[in-house]
């Protein structure tokens, strides 16, 4: 029913975070999300019907880092067209509950942000060229699975093949 729904507009964007592909990672990170099997299947789904993104997104060092080709490769499979990804950034309250749930990463956390990391808007952000870094990796894992690519709020928007928010594929017909 919602499939018909969304084919009923001329323009649509679906967006689906994926932050991780395993199970264990992804119930430690979002309690009570839909699973990452879950979010693939509705991509696949919908994927015929509308535009599909995914939001590799959060990045989180040093979690999910080492999945990043696999999820693209996954997602593009699935139909996905664009690729947007960003970093984690640290606030006090979800730094907290980060700590909180993955306590052998605190240490590393404290120094990469706290020590070492960017203030900005209220946010502390990795180090930027560690965040250029992690953005160029995703890039270029996009490019050679021939996905579009967009970076949201890291200071890199001369890497994006597209607009940060999906809407890209309202400037032509698709």
């Not at 909180?100 to 020590?115: D, G, T, V």
């Not at 502390?124 to 250029?132: C, D, N, V």
């Not at 890291?154 to 698709?174: I, P, R, V």
């Amino acid at each position: 029913r919602d499939i018909d729904i969304l084919k009923s507009f001329k323009k649509v964007v679906v967006s689906f975070s994926l932050t991780t592909l395993k199970k264990k990672l992804a119930e430690r990170l979002e309690p009570s999300a839909p699973s990452p099997q879950e979010r693939l299947e509705a991509m696949e789904r919908l994927s015929p019907h509308v535009n599909v993104v995914c939001r590799l997104d959060p990045l989180i060092y040093p979690l999910n880092i080492g999945e990043i080709e696999e999820i693209v490769k996954e997602v593009v499979y699935r139909g996905a067209k664009q690729i947007i990804t960003s970093t984690y950034k640290v606030r006090m309250d979800n730094f907290k509950r980060m700590v909180n749930s993955f306590p052998e990463c605190e240490s590393i956390w404290r120094s990469l942000y706290l020590a070492q990391g960017e203030k900005k808007r209220g946010y502390i952000y990795l180090p930027e060229e560690m965040r250029k870094e992690l953005i160029e990796m995703v890039r270029e894992v996009s490019l050679k699975y021939e996905v579009d690519f967009s970076s949201c709020r890291e200071g890199f928007a001369y890497l994006n093949t597209a607009k940060c928010d999906g809407s890209s594929f309202f400037d032509h017909d698709t």
